[in-house]
């Protein structure tokens, strides 16, 4: 597993597509970031972004507000990224080469999903950099009081938004690796899972009524806010389970496909 993982991090690192993806990951946490504070100048909530007032902004967790936001754009890149580089492997070829090197297939899965994971996670700690670093610098010119986001309290929510926006920037690469080792056609994976993610869980939300909280779209959504209904321990207990289920099926159907086509 170690060596595949550091196998994929020789294609990630190549500066095209590391910086490529960085970039894209900051830039919407930036985008977030620029929606957020600036669209509460007149506290009024009439925007599709909108969530906050003026009083929310200057609490202790208003840079939390931001990376919470930010979470959602993210989770699309996520997705995407890992569905691409994962069935990519499928339509260049390479992956019989590399179930040559490396037999078990599981163990390679677990190391590209792996490698990918800490980009993922790389890819975080960009966007937190890029949108606390905006958040600073806008709140000023938008009559916003920072006071409270350097107390302790302001870095514990911070730190909180950290972690939520990771794991559910995680969930949804997961889940992306998932349908490319199942489908192993980068369009196809990319296409299922973005329709998934914007009109099909949407409507499928609106038929399941309250049950629909609980598809896998709605329950990231409530772990990157920090909870709400179900609460956050749930959101997070159900979504490990939804990685886990997605992870499993897209083992088996990699360990099981023939690769010699």
């Known amino acids: 597993m170690s060596r595949a993982f550091r196998a994929e991090w020789v ?7 590391l910086f490529g993806v960085l970039t894209v990951m900051a830039g919407f946490a ?13 506290g009024e ?8 007032g003026l009083v929310d902004l200057a609490a202790a967790d208003g840079v939390a507000q931001g990376l919470g936001l930010a979470a959602n ?64 610098a806008l709140a000023p010119t938008n009559d916003i009081d920072t006071a409270a986001w350097t107390t302790s309290d302001g870095l514990a929510a911070v730190i909180s938004g950290v972690v939520n926006m990771s794991l559910t920037v995680l969930g949804w690469g997961l889940l992306g690796a998932a349908l490319g080792l199942a489908v192993g056609s980068s369009a196809m994976a990319i296409g299922i899972g973005l329709a998934w993610m914007l009109p099909v869980e949407n409507l499928l939300a609106l038929a399941l009524g309250d049950n629909g909280k609980y598809l896998p779209g709605q329950i990231l959504t409530i772990l990157a806010d920090g ?16 990685a886990a289920a997605a992870s499993i099926v897209g083992a088996i159907v990699f360990t099981r496909r023939d690769l010699s086509g």
Not at 11 to 17: A, D, H, I, N, Y
Not at 30 to 42: D, F, P, Q, R
Not at 45 to 52: I, K, L, V, W, Y
Not at 227 to 242: K, Q, R, W
């Open 227 to 242: 909870g709400g209904d179900p609460s956050y321990l749930t959101a997070l207990t159900i979504s490990v389970l939804y």
């Open 73 to 136: 754009f993210l989770s699309v890149v996520a997705m995407v990224v890992a569905a691409w580089k994962v069935a990519a492997e499928f339509g260049d070829g390479t992956i019989r080469n590399l179930v040559i090197r490396q037999p078990h297939r599981g163990r390679l899965a677990a190391g590209k999903v792996g490698a990918l994971c800490s980009l993922l996670l790389i890819g975080v700690l960009a966007a937190t950099a890029v949108s606390v670093a905006l958040s600073f």
């Open 45 to 52: 909530d009439d925007g599709p972004f909108e969530r906050a």
């Open 30 to 42: 930036a985008l977030s970031t620029i929606l957020l504070i600036t669209g509460v100048i007149s």
């Open 11 to 17: 294609k990630l690192r190549r500066p095209r597509f």
